[in-house]
């Protein structure tokens, strides 16, 4: 036991001690002559320089055979890198161990990780507050914390990239793919945040890498199901959509992955996606932009970019486009194969190939690759369950939380009195309602699942009106919350009979979700965003008079409702 509590502590101190020590600027780095890598590029066949720009899908949560096959290719193509999906940290790190063995050069280990490791590891590892809360902070220094803290995630459990954070700016409320994943609509709070979130990561030793250029913030078509069309002047592109890319790559942005949009004012090309088109890759974003970070393009397997140019045609013109990373080609061995006879029929330059792959492995040099350590696995998921994290997650959870209307419902709320809680679209007691059942001394409980007929509804209206005060507790407890409410006409109706000057509304949910249900008689309206626990116990402190909101709305929802607002 004793030395296991050892190798654990030596770890740690190893795993601090690399990000004790300041890296040189990411971008500048990986564009100088290495030795390591004209080494390592010396011993790679044609072939394997080429795969080197592959990164291949990676889970633990489909079983035995599935990380078997990717282990066959991996060997047999000896691709650069892989991007991470579902599973446990501990499955995933001993799988990160196998994969680093058949490989050549140490693999690239990436990861959409916009909210943490969470995102991907939900019921083992910690999440943060979506990017969406995180706009309505004030404080831009607990997301350079945050950066930091999913580094140390990252190394801790053996990975080296993430694909975050997302840049967008959200000034379309029915965008189905970005929404909640966005900082807001404002494009300077994006970039501050952004850049604070950025910063954190790179700082803390990975790579970091801004999405979706040049910008899918205003769509209404997820690009996993099809092509989304932009018809925006350039203009509009340059100063609205790009604002925040064209801030962050000044800052010395890693990476840039680039969307599967169409985009008339940047390339005319019927149907072409901008993940594959030259004119946007090389015209735009290294010509124009003057980046000369990591290019990486969205998922190769989505609709958006395949429904066009099937067949392994996307990926060759995602190489001509002049990326140095292909994230899950639907099939890597015949991508490789139609990229060298590109190469030989002269369609895609010898040199450009070789310039990429240098890029590539420079990027594992500054990672440290060259003195490659397989993941230690002893105190692995407590590792990643640090009790500063959660500190650090209800910290911001604290700071997000936002009051849109009438702080003296609030400070003349009292315990003592009779208190209706009403919680509607959960059907038992959650954080919010357990902290409140603690510290009422009168209280009843009331919750709303949408099975209640009309003549219930009517009677719990009658009930809920005999109590002094009526906090009313809007859950949204989908996994992902969106701008519509999962709840019925009835039900919207009977929210908007008991919403009135007695009570205080919370809402769990979306912010665009505040024209989904008629709250605005509520005395009071408390919004917090998602459902979570962590932001339960904000709320919580906020009715409570422990916490003084400082949120302020980050999208603009409607006259009453915009960007800023927050009491």
């Not at 690399?18 to 890296?23: D, E, G, M, R, Y």
């Amino acid at each position: 036991m004793f030395k296991i509590i050892l190798t654990h502590v030596f770890t740690l101190l190893f795993l601090m001690n690399v990000n004790a020590q300041k890296k040189p600027d990411f971008v500048p780095f990986i564009n100088q002559h290495h030795q390591w890598v004209d080494s390592v590029f010396n011993t790679l066949s044609p072939k394997e320089r080429i795969a080197q720009l592959f990164l291949v899908r990676a889970h633990t949560n489909l079983g035995q055979k599935y990380i078997d096959s990717v282990a066959q290719v991996i060997q047999k193509e000896q691709l650069g890198g892989l991007v991470v999906f579902q599973g446990g940290p501990v499955r995933h790190a001993n799988m990160y161990n196998t994969y680093q063995k058949l490989a050549k050069v140490p693999l690239l280990i990436t990861f959409d990780g916009e909210w943490g490791v969470g995102m991907r590891l939900p019921d083992s590892t910690l999440s943060f507050p979506y990017q969406m809360t995180l706009g309505a902070m004030q404080h831009d220094n607990l997301l350079y914390e945050m950066g930091r803290e999913v580094a140390k995630d990252f190394l801790r459990i053996g990975m080296h990239f993430n694909f975050a954070p997302v840049v967008d700016i959200n000034n379309n409320p029915n965008n189905p793919v970005i929404g909640f994943r966005s900082f807001g609509d404002n494009k300077h709070n994006v970039a501050r945040k952004a850049k604070a979130y950025m910063d954190g990561m790179v700082d803390g030793g990975i790579i970091a890498s801004i999405k979706h250029f040049p910008g899918h913030g205003d769509t209404d078509v997820d690009s996993h199901y099809d092509l989304p069309q932009l018809n925006f002047s350039k203009t509009r592109l340059d100063t609205l959509e790009m604002f925040p890319f064209r801030e962050l790559i000044q800052s010395g942005a890693p990476a840039v992955m680039v969307a599967h949009m169409h985009i008339p004012a940047m390339d005319a090309t019927p149907n072409i996606p901008s993940s594959i088109s030259k004119k946007v890759v090389t015209g735009v974003l290294r010509n124009e932009l003057g980046f000369n970070g990591l290019t990486v393009t969205d998922a190769m397997d989505m609709k958006g970019v395949k429904k066009f140019f099937p067949n392994g045609e996307a990926d060759v013109m995602a190489i001509e486009a002049g990326h140095d990373l292909l994230e899950i080609s639907e099939n890597s061995a015949r991508a490789i194969d139609l990229v060298e006879q590109a190469i030989k029929s002269g369609r895609i330059r010898q040199s450009d190939i070789d310039a990429r792959v240098k890029k590539v492995l420079a990027s594992k040099y500054w990672l440290g690759l060259n003195n490659y350590r397989p993941v230690n696995t002893n105190g692995l998921v407590s590792d990643l369950n640090r009790a500063s994290t959660q500190s650090l997650i209800q910290r911001m959870a604290d700071a997000s939380v936002t009051l849109l209307k009438s702080n003296k419902r609030i400070q003349s709320f009292d315990t003592k009195k009779s208190t209706a809680v009403v919680s509607v679209g959960i059907k038992s007691a959650q954080e919010f309602e357990k902290g409140l059942g603690f510290q009422l001394s009168d209280v009843t409980n009331y919750y709303i699942t949408g099975e209640e007929s009309d003549e219930q509804l009517k009677r719990l209206i009658k009930d809920i009106r005999r109590h002094t005060q009526i906090v009313v507790a809007i859950h949204d407890d989908r996994l992902r919350p969106r701008n519509e409410l999962p709840i019925t006409e009835p039900i919207k109706k009977f929210v908007d009979r008991i919403a009135g000057r007695r009570t205080i509304t919370v809402m769990f949910t979306n912010p665009y979700a505040l024209n989904a249900v008629k709250i605005d008689r509520s005395s009071a309206i408390l919004l917090a965003y998602q459902n979570e626990g962590f932001m339960q116990r904000a709320a919580l402190k906020v009715i409570l008079q422990q916490l003084k909101p400082s949120g302020k709305l980050p999208v603009t929802v409607n006259k009453a409702f915009s960007y800023g607002k927050g009491l």
